[in-house]
């Protein structure tokens, strides 16, 4: 199981993050839902696929978008 810590999260902005890498993906309707219960969610995708969430972005104080590497 892929443990994601608070070091691998990083307040970017959306635009930001968008210029790192041509694959964000964004997150939709994330005020129905808790960071913890995001969170658990990114580490569900952490076990499924082969990658490790590595940055989030965040925007206006939401997480918007998060960046996986493989």
């Known amino acids: ?12 902005d959306i635009t930001a993050l968008a210029n790192l890498t041509k694959s964000v993906y964004i997150f939709e309707g994330l005020g129905e839902y808790s960071l913890e219960q995001i969170e658990q969610h990114l580490r569900t995708l ?3 696929f082969p990658f490790e ?10 997480l918007v978008g998060w960046v996986g590497v493989e």
């Not at 969430?53 to 939401?62: C, E, K, L, R, S």
């Open 1 to 12: 199981m892929v443990e994601i810590s608070q070091r691998k999260w990083i307040d970017l």
């Open 46 to 48: 952490n076990e499924r």
């Open 53 to 62: 969430v590595v940055f989030v972005a965040i925007h206006d104080g939401t």
